[in-house]
């Protein structure tokens, strides 16, 4: 059954997550000893009742944290057309943890993400995560929205329900000229999700699960805020 989560302790936190914003110290939470949290898998079922929810028309992803078990969080919901929630708080704990250069297999089918999930690990490994990273022009990140339609397009190509990794990366850009002038060298990054269909294909050898990745799904259009 998926974890859903109250009104008030979607509320908290956001809020505590928000409280991090001026933090001048790394996101240690990113980080498990040498291993780095690369994102985190969302049940296909819990995908499926979440997409299915009539006059569904855009799925959020917020940012939270919980101070009491200093964990980043995940929370997925939709809305519809007008902007109303009709769904409730499906919330995640992310949790796949690996050490530098043991990602998850398969093919990323764009060489950009293969560029974004790099930035990702690079600047995690080296204990770099910070406030910085999760500030845009408008603001500091508090998710992004996804259209139903495209999500589905780009991620249900599969016979079975698939699990939906959401993957972290980064962006490297330049920001509007005056800040640019000081970055023109290295420019600026900011924190984003990749959404990817996973096919189940059994257990290897010793036991393990055996992933592998179908399709990608990237957008860059929509994040929390301007489009809250």
């Known amino acids: ?20 914003e001026h933090s001048r110290e790394p996101f240690g939470f990113f980080n498990l000893g040498s291993k780095l949290l690369l994102g985190d898998f969302f049940d296909g079922n819990d995908f499926e009742t979440l997409v299915s929810t009539p006059g569904i028309s855009t799925i959020k992803v917020r940012f939270g944290f919980d101070t009491e078990e200093t964990k980043f969080k995940l929370v997925l919901f939709g809305v519809d057309s007008a902007g109303q929630i009709i769904t409730p708080y499906y919330a995640h704990a992310p949790g796949d943890f690996r050490e530098a250069g043991d990602g998850p297999g398969g093919n990323v089918p764009d060489v950009l993400a293969r560029q974004w999930i790099k930035y990702w690990e690079e600047k995690g490994h080296a204990g770099e995560v910070t406030s910085p990273l999760f500030r845009t022009q408008y603001g500091f990140l508090n998710g992004y929205n996804y259209p139903v339609k495209e999500l589905l397009a780009a991620l249900f190509r599969f016979e079975k329900m698939p699990k939906i990794y959401i993957r972290f990366v980064l962006h490297r850009y330049f920001p ?3 800040e640019a002038v000081q970055k023109e060298l290295t420019g600026s990054y900011s924190f984003g999700l990749l959404f990817q269909g996973i096919a189940n294909r059994g257990n290897d050898n010793s036991g393990a699960l055996s992933l592998e990745e179908e399709s990608g799904y990237y957008d860059l259009s929509a994040p929390c805020p301007r489009t809250c």
Request: proline share 4%; charged share 15%; aromatic share 18%.
């Open 176 to 178: 509007a000229a005056g």
């Open 1 to 20: 059954m998926p974890k859903f989560i109250s009104d008030e302790v979607f509320a908290k936190w956001a809020a505590q997550w928000q409280a991090l």
